[in-house]
């Protein structure tokens, strides 16, 4: 049987998507009336047909009705504890406390350094802060659990400091469960739980929000020569997957966000496809989130090679991503990129 998924195409944004909703000529995306869209691909893994949304009803019986059901997921205003969609997209700010991470290695795994760091990102727009202990850049190692609470600890000690979300960049549900009483607001374990058999039983029992990510294979091998057929619609099924064997496990929730992983097992083809297509995403119904600052494909396209250089990638790959209706944005470099997004939004 042919599977077909529904992408959201053709945007609107601004006062010029306010006037295209009155008129109902365009559709708010996530209950946003400053971003629209008019059209949308209907997709299987053969060919692609791009259908004004007047059209829809002259479609095939079965084609329809797959169309208007993920068009309620697409139209509706997603939520999650703890955040306001209103004003998107929503800042995740980077805190690697590690050595040897690919961007900031070394640059914040003080005490001292790491508080800091994170008070400026709050102070410059960020609602969430990530923190992680481990490396996962590609062909890095897994560390101990001793050395990762040891890093995690120095900041976490100060939670009463950061006015804002806590995001918990971990695989390890150990870690996990000694920082719960440090009122932590997010799980974003990169592995997609499968680095560690208990993670999604922890989450079960303590109903944590958290991010669901893709990965293929692991951080030591994920980039050599990854592979997949169909890679947009790959990773869509994987979401579909772990949602369903999330709710068959008794999550019930819907503080869940969906993190496609770029540069987790893809290459460059791979990545510019997933932007390039991320508001697919929209249809499985819950809050998107894209992390692509400072990553390689930016260096593969524009030949700089400073991963500190590539502010320039890293915020016209956002803007794009905005447009698309991403909600959640993870950087580091969160002055300039709501700088950008600010002066962008003032011209609509």
């Given amino acids: 049987m042919i599977k077909y998924y ?3 195409c053709n945007f609107y944004f601004g006062s010029k998507s306010v006037e295209k909703i009155k008129k109902k000529l365009s559709l708010p995306l996530n209950g946003n009336r400053y971003l629209s869209f008019d059209s949308i691909e209907i997709i299987n ?22 169309i208007f059901h993920d068009l309620k997921s697409i139209i509706k205003k997603k939520k999650f504890k703890g955040l306001n969609f209103n004003n998107t997209p929503i800042f995740m700010g980077i805190i690697n406390v590690t050595p040897d991470s690919f961007s900031d290695g070394g640059k914040f795994n003080s005490r001292k350094k790491g508080l800091k760091q994170a008070q400026h990102l709050i102070k410059n727009g960020c609602k969430i802060i990530d923190i992680g202990g481990e490396s996962t850049r590609p062909g890095s190692k897994a560390v ?3 050395i990762e609470w040891r890093r995690i600890n120095k900041i976490l000690k100060f939670r009463n400091k950061l ?6 960049d971990t695989r390890k549900t150990q870690i996990m469960k000694n920082f719960t009483k440090n009122k932590i607001n997010i799980i974003n374990d990169i592995s997609g739980f499968g680095f560690d058999s208990d993670t999604l039983n922890f989450l079960k029992k303590s109903k944590i929000p958290f991010i669901i990510n893709h990965i293929q294979g692991n951080p030591e091998n994920m980039q050599k020569n990854p592979k997949y057929k169909n890679v947009l619609l790959e990773i869509y099924d994987y979401f579909e997957e772990q949602i369903k064997k999330i709710r068959n496990i008794g ?14 097992g893809k290459n460059l083809k791979h990545n510019i496809t997933l932007i390039s297509n991320i508001s697919i995403f929209h249809s499985l119904g819950f809050p998107i989130m894209l992390g692509a600052s400072r990553k390689r494909f930016i260096v593969q396209l524009s030949g700089i090679n400073n991963s500190n250089e590539r502010l320039g990638g890293t915020i016209s790959t956002n803007l794009y991503a905005m447009m698309q209706g991403v909600q959640i944005l993870r950087v580091h470099d969160v002055n300039e990129l709501n700088q950008s997004i600010k002066v962008f939004k003032s011209f609509y």
């Fill in 6 to 8: 529904t992408r959201a």
């Fill in 45 to 66: 893994r053969k060919k692609i047909k791009t259908i004004h949304i007047k059209d829809i009803k002259k479609q095939k019986k079965f084609i329809k009705k797959k």
């Fill in 144 to 146: 101990p659990y001793s």
């Fill in 163 to 168: 006015n804002c979300l806590i995001s918990l």
């Fill in 251 to 264: 999550i019930n929730h819907n503080n869940i966000i969906l993190d496609p992983g770029i540069g987790f």
